[in-house]
Antibody, heavy 121, light 110 residues
């Protein structure tokens, strides 16, 4: 059974860079059938897509965040990572890592449990 | 910013049928598959419907999805107390080159 687990600091200071890693277990990240991505959800609000990466390194980013976002993949460790720079309080959210399945119309068929990141001094 | 529009709330009594709409445009719903997710409080979303109307293994057939033009809908038949949750539609957007989610609908079982 595939499992995704987010890890990283739960508190980040304003203007600093938020860094999260998603460890994938129970399956290989190096499959052409999937993209790996990040979704966030501010407290009490809806879901917002951050971006996706394919194991080949191909990335897609949310245009509204593109200038601040970097998603990378490490196939040797079977994990992928998110960096969001110059954070503000508006970036406080639950961050989910996810698997997008190409043959399911890019539906997210597996989600991590989520990790809450608070931006505060 | 949500590109897909959903009603903020929907409700029904146990056993009733509830339908949730999702309105988009030609660059997303009009040209790509629609997927639906259920999110229970304090948990990660769960995939309910993919490719407009397909159910993953384990999702009951009283849930169904459809798409017509630039709109889609999710129907829940035989409403149960455990259906009380937030529901989101999503689709790839060719103009934004990214995934867009709906605004979300809170379903209440009366």
């Amino acid at each position: 059974q595939l499992q995704l687990q987010e890890s990283g600091p739960g508190l980040v200071k304003p203007s600093e860079t938020l860094s999260l890693t998603c460890n994938v277990s129970g399956g290989s990240i190096s499959s052409s059938s999937y993209y790996w991505g990040w979704v966030r959800q501010p407290p009490g609000k809806g879901l917002e897509w951050i971006g996706n990466i394919h194991y080949t390194g191909k990335t897609y980013y949310n245009p509204s965040l593109q200038s601040r976002v970097t998603i990378s993949v490490d196939t040797s460790k079977n994990q992928f990572s998110l960096k969001l720079s110059s954070v503000t309080a508006a970036d406080t959210a639950m961050f989910f890592c996810a698997r997008l399945r190409y043959t399911y119309g890019l539906a997210i068929d597996y989600w991590g449990q989520g990790t809450l990141v608070t931006v505060s001094s | 910013q949500s590109v897909l529009t959903q009603p903020p709330s929907a409700s029904g009594t146990p056993g009733q049928r509830v339908t949730i709409s999702c309105s988009g445009s030609s660059s997303n719903i009009g040209s790509n598959y629609v997927n639906w997710y259920q999110q229970l409080p304090g948990t990660a979303p769960k995939l309910l419907i993919y490719s407009n109307n397909q159910r993953p293994s384990g999702v009951p057939d009283r849930l169904s999805g459809s798409r017509s033009g630039t709109s889609a809908s999710l129907a829940i038949s035989g409403l149960q107390s455990e259906d009380e949750a937030d529901y989101y539609c999503a689709a790839w957007d060719d103009s934004l080159h990214g995934l867009v989610f709906g605004t979300g609908t809170k379903v209440t079982v009366l």
